[in-house]
């Protein structure tokens, strides 16, 4: 700021002839408003006349059409600078301690069901999704490092109570940040992929088999109830024969062979894919597409039992669709991380494409 005073304190008429009036437009606005005071030769011997005060601030339709207006980006500037200005610095050995005060809780749920998982492995799994994710963030101020530690804690106890692990190997399960709308704030989220989601459905009795259709506009598709397999006809070796993406659906076999069928619309793909952080849409667009379908299709699957399985079935559901109330775009303001290249089976990915299995 020194710097700056200085620069502008000695200005005279005869630099703001030789610089063709650059200097008129980068005096702060108290030096503008002085300009009037001072003699006047200095004021005769400008040939450029002043430019105006408020030049940044332009009327929103000036703007080019691609851009937004100019008091969103002040505004915009703004708040990314405070949110720069207002975290501190990741601590990944803070961040173990909250992952430490979720034993108790989990390993009780553990016992109470039976089963064969282990806190300090979820623990360390979690952790290091928690700093691949920071790492490979585009934008470090929403990645889950700058979750809150609630949320980060709830993640691995429910890890417990859907009979699931963050095992990279098995890929059940991730973590992956999500922006809490009413809380204006980053939260952790135990994401279950489109195998974990089929692996409760199967192991509550629930269904024996799901798999995601995705329907284009020149298929012959008819539409007949929820409980219906609908009428698919294409030829699935000429994809660009059968045009756009119109929508698609999940196709779940129960064991008494009857059938639920979940439609999913584009307008819902769209809300889906907007409110990844990843840019895994991008490289894997129709497999991110089936298994956004697979995903909503497992809310619609019945619970046939009382069980504790049956019960994990259940929650998980509840779950859900609490995560798709509360979730939100990210704000237009900030950059969202971005996913590097790497094995399907790597954590670093916020979201896993989904792959048809074959019956």
């Given at each position: 700021?020194?710097?700056?005073?200085?620069?502008?304190?000695?200005?005279?008429?005869?630099?703001?002839?030789?610089?063709?009036?650059?200097?008129?437009?980068?005096?702060?606005?108290?030096?503008?408003?002085?300009?009037?005071?001072?003699?006047?030769?200095?004021?005769?011997?400008?040939?450029?006349?002043?430019?105006?005060?408020?030049?940044?601030?332009?009327?929103?339709?000036?703007q080019h059409p691609n851009q937004p207006p100019a008091q969103w980006q002040a505004q915009n500037n703004q708040r990314k600078q405070q949110?720069?200005?207002?975290?501190?610095?990741?601590?990944?050995?803070?961040?173990?301690?909250?992952?430490?005060?979720?034993?108790?809780?989990?390993?009780?749920?553990?016992?109470?069901?039976?089963?064969?998982?282990?806190?300090?492995?979820?623990?360390?799994?979690?952790?290091?999704?928690?700093?691949?994710?920071?790492?490979?963030?585009?934008?470090?101020?929403?990645?889950?490092?700058?979750?809150?530690?609630?949320?980060?804690?709830?993640?691995?106890?429910?890890?417990?109570?859907?009979?699931?692990?963050?095992?990279?190997?098995?890929?059940?399960?991730?973590?992956?940040?999500?922006?809490?709308?009413?809380?204006?704030?980053?939260?952790?989220?135990?994401?279950?992929?489109?195998?974990?989601?089929?692996?409760?459905?199967?192991?509550?009795?629930?269904?024996?088999?799901?798999?995601?259709?995705?329907?284009?506009?020149?298929?012959?598709?008819?539409?007949?109830?929820?409980?219906?397999?609908?009428?698919?006809?294409?030829?699935?070796?000429?994809?660009?024969?059968?045009?756009?993406?119109?929508?698609?659906?999940?196709?779940?076999?129960?064991?008494?062979?009857?059938?639920?069928?979940?439609?999913?619309?584009?307008?819902?793909?769209?809300?889906?894919r907007n409110l990844s952080f990843g840019a895994i849409w991008n490289d894997w667009f129709?497999?991110?597409?089936?298994?956004?379908?697979?995903?909503?299709?497992?809310?619609?699957?019945?619970?046939?039992?009382?069980?504790?399985?049956?019960?994990?079935?259940?929650?998980?559901?509840?779950?859900?669709?609490?995560?798709?109330?509360?979730?939100?775009?990210?704000?237009?303001?900030?950059?969202?991380?971005?996913?590097?290249?790497?094995?399907?089976?790597?954590?670093?990915?916020?979201?896993?494409?989904?792959?048809?299995?074959?019956?």
């Amino acid at each position: 700021m020194q710097r700056t005073a200085q620069q502008h304190s000695g200005y005279t008429a005869m630099d703001q002839g030789q610089h063709h009036g650059r200097n008129n437009d980068m005096r702060p606005p108290m030096e503008q408003q002085r300009a009037p005071q001072r003699s006047g030769q200095s004021r005769s011997v400008q040939t450029r006349p002043q430019q105006p005060a408020q030049r940044a601030q332009s009327h929103p339709q000036e703007q080019h059409p691609n851009q937004p207006p100019a008091q969103w980006q002040a505004q915009n500037n703004q708040r990314k600078q405070q949110s720069r200005n207002t975290l501190p610095a990741a601590n990944f050995n803070e961040i173990g301690s909250v992952l430490d005060g979720a034993k108790d809780s989990f390993e009780k749920i553990a016992k109470s069901s039976g089963l064969d998982i282990r806190f300090y492995e979820e623990a360390i799994y979690a952790k290091q999704l928690i700093e691949a994710n920071f790492n490979n963030s585009n934008n470090k101020d929403f990645s889950l490092a700058y979750a809150t530690h609630e949320s980060i804690k709830k993640s691995l106890v429910l890890v417990a109570n859907s009979g699931l692990t963050l095992n990279p190997q098995l890929g059940l399960a991730y973590l992956v940040p999500r922006w809490n709308k009413n809380l204006k704030r980053v939260e952790c989220h135990l994401e279950p992929s489109y195998k974990g989601l089929r692996r409760l459905g199967i192991d509550s009795g629930a269904i024996d088999s799901a798999v995601a259709e995705l329907v284009y506009k020149n298929d012959d598709f008819k539409w007949v109830d929820r409980f219906t397999k609908p009428i698919h006809e294409y030829n699935p070796f000429d994809s660009k024969a059968r045009g756009e993406l119109v929508g698609g659906y999940c196709l779940a076999r129960r064991p008494d062979g009857s059938f639920i069928c979940t439609p999913v619309s584009m307008d819902l793909i769209n809300k889906v894919r907007n409110l990844s952080f990843g840019a895994i849409w991008n490289d894997w667009f129709e497999q991110m597409v089936s298994k956004s379908i697979i995903r909503q299709g497992f809310k619609d699957w019945p619970i046939n039992s009382t069980g504790p399985i049956a019960m994990r079935l259940s929650a998980m559901q509840d779950y859900l669709k609490g995560v798709d109330a509360n979730t939100d775009t990210v704000p237009e303001y900030d950059t969202q991380p971005v996913v590097n290249g790497h094995d399907e089976h790597l954590p670093y990915h916020e979201e896993m494409p989904y792959y048809q299995p074959q019956y």
